[in-house]
């Protein structure tokens, strides 16, 4: 099924350092969301963009919704021990009604 | 308000058997939609429904797989006849009117042996 390209799959940092995530389509998104996912628990919503362009932050983390509405990209600025965990995109194409298409995950560890 | 709660969280089931899932959304979500995830990959729409109308359904959603939403609150997933390629963890989601941001429950994950 369709899917996104989440990249990079993995981020190894240290305690501190900001990071960077992107999330690409080949379809143009109605909506873009991004989730945390902890081990065996389900994904908790971070942030929600809805128009290209738009620029959304939650305490240290930032969210933005790619003009070409094909990307969004996500910062978290000073990582701390708490960031720990899989980040997910995922969007809503203009013909994909409710559902979600998510990206594979980007895994991040924290080097304290 | 409390969020979407899943039961059971974990299910181990021989190869054969039929497993049931229940979720129940965030009071009033009128939207609630299922999601499969196996190990390493991100969730899979699976279905969806709207009050107690199921109005898509993946391609992944076999013969094998039904869902219910009878009274437009709960919804139960029902596997049948499972297979060793079940495993996963099926998660459930809630949304409410016109808004898509989706709150999701801690999940159920099923091991077929």
């Known amino acids: 099924g369709q899917q996104l390209n989440q990249s990079p799959q993995s981020m190894f940092i240290q305690e501190g350092e900001d990071v960077s995530m992107n999330c690409t389509s080949s379809s143009i998104f109605n909506t873009w969301l991004w989730y945390k996912q902890d081990p065996g628990e389900g994904p908790v919503l971070l942030i929600a963009l809805y128009k290209a362009g738009e620029l959304t932050s939650n305490g240290r983390l930032t969210a933005q919704f790619g003009i070409t509405r094909k990307d969004s990209f996500l910062n978290i600025s000073a990582s701390i021990p708490s960031d720990v965990g899989i980040y997910f995109c995922?969007?809503?194409?203009?013909?994909?009604?409710?559902?979600?298409?998510f990206g594979q995950g980007t895994r991040l560890t924290i080097n304290p | 308000d409390t969020g979407v709660s899943q039961d059971p969280r974990h299910k181990i089931t021989k190869r054969g058997q039929n497993v049931t899932f229940r979720c129940d959304p965030i009071s009033e979500h009128n939207r609630l939609y299922w999601y499969r995830q196996t190990l390493g990959q991100g969730p899979e729409f699976l279905t969806y429904f709207q009050n107690e109308a199921q109005l898509e359904k993946s391609r992944l959603l076999s013969d094998r797989f039904s869902a219910e939403r009878p009274k437009g609150s709960f919804s139960t997933l029902e596997i049948q006849r499972t297979e060793q390629g079940d495993s996963a963890m099926y998660l459930c989601a809630s949304s409410v009117g016109t808004n898509y941001e989706q709150y999701f429950g801690p999940g159920t994950r099923l091991t077929v042996t």
């Open positions: 995922a969007g809503r194409d203009v013909q994909g009604a409710q559902k979600l298409v």
